[in-house]
């Protein structure tokens, strides 16, 4: 089982990101999760491989983007307009089978490493 994550890194308040997170198997959905320090993580968005219904956390609608490329079987989340509360480390995760609700962490079967997003003020 792999699962990759990738594309963190060092960017200006209002600049944009995009990670990309690879899964090698059959899959249900993919999500993309946050850990800010100090906090716990939390939910960032979900997109349902078969059909692409997308799903995101307040905080992020107008701003993130999650898509998918079936042929290279990767997700990719596009965030613009960065701010410093963006600041985490941003993990997918990978959910085999319908499981509700989306946004718990208990849903997904796999999480990749995680990739640290730094905003700068």
């Known amino acids: 089982v792999q699962l990759q994550a990738f594309g963190g890194g060092l960017v200006q308040a209002g600049d944009s990101l995009r990670l990309s997170c690879e899964a090698h198997f059959g899959l249900y959905r993919i999500g993309w999760f946050r850990q800010a320090p100090g906090m716990e993580r939390e939910f960032v968005a979900v997109?349902?491989?078969?059909?692409?219904?997308?799903n995101y956390a307040d905080s992020v609608k107008g701003r993130f983007t999650i898509s998918r490329d079936g042929v290279k079987n990767t997700a990719y989340l596009q965030m613009n307009n960065l701010n410093p509360e963006d600041t985490a480390v941003y993990y997918c995760a990978a959910g085999t089978s319908y499981s509700e609700p989306y946004s718990l962490m208990s849903s997904y079967n796999y999480w990749g490493q995680g990739t640290l997003v730094t905003v700068s003020s």
């Open positions: 997109i349902t491989w078969r059909t692409g219904a997308k």
